[in-house]
């Protein structure tokens, strides 16, 4: 039996370069969870070493940059907004703290080059397992986007306002 497929927008974008992107968005966010192209994405994004992330005083977003191993699969980001992030330091009990803190910022310092071992996704809330044992977790906002994820392909999930995804995948360029 075929699941009926959620209702899709087309969005059509254009670069600097005059390049132009089709992407396709599933305007239902509940029915992104059992898409199989969502499971895709987060295994490709599992097992990527984190390369980067940046925590800035000006920018609401704390950023994790994984830029793709092999050099062919494309850079993904996360992109964290929500103030409050529950962190589980190795050895440690979780605990919530602001996501501009300075456990944030020297917890990350000691996961660069680690890799992503666990991503999951439930209810909007995302939680990201990292090899050596630093666990971050961020619940889904009634009000606000709280989280991204960005691929340099044009894949982008968003967790909107209460839980629900909206996934705009990669497609076809014209």
């Given at each position: 039996?075929?699941?009926?497929?959620?209702?899709?927008?087309?969005?059509?974008?254009?670069?600097?370069?005059?390049?132009?992107?089709?992407?396709?968005?599933?305007v239902e966010g509940a029915a992104a969870l059992t898409d199989p192209r969502l499971q895709q994405q987060l295994d490709a994004l599992r097992g990527?070493?984190?390369?980067?992330?940046?925590?800035?005083?000006?920018?609401?977003?704390?950023?994790?940059?994984?830029w793709g191993e092999p050099a062919t699969?494309?850079?993904?980001?996360?992109?964290?907004?929500?103030?409050?992030?529950?962190?589980?330091?190795?050895g440690q009990q979780p605990?919530?703290?602001?996501?501009?803190?300075?456990?944030?910022?020297?917890?990350?310092?000691d996961t660069l080059g680690h890799r992503l071992s666990q991503i999951e996704i439930s209810n909007g809330h995302l939680r990201l397992t990292f090899g050596n044992s630093v666990q971050l977790d961020v619940a889904p906002h009634q009000q606000w986007e709280d989280w991204q994820i960005y691929s340099e392909?044009?894949?982008?999930?968003?967790?909107?306002?209460?839980?629900?995804?909206?996934?705009?995948?990669?497609?076809?360029?014209?």
């Open positions: 039996m075929t699941r009926p497929r959620a209702p899709q927008s087309r969005i059509i974008s254009k670069d600097s370069a005059g390049k132009v992107t089709v992407r396709t968005a599933d990527q070493r984190l390369s980067q992330y940046s925590i800035s005083r000006f920018d609401p977003a704390l950023t994790l940059s994984f699969m494309p850079s993904r980001t996360i992109q964290i907004e929500e103030d409050t992030i529950e962190i589980t330091p190795p605990r919530q703290v602001p996501a501009r803190s300075e456990l944030i910022a020297t917890t990350l310092l392909d044009g894949l982008e999930i968003v967790c909107v306002p209460g839980g629900e995804l909206t996934i705009f995948y990669p497609g076809p360029s014209h």
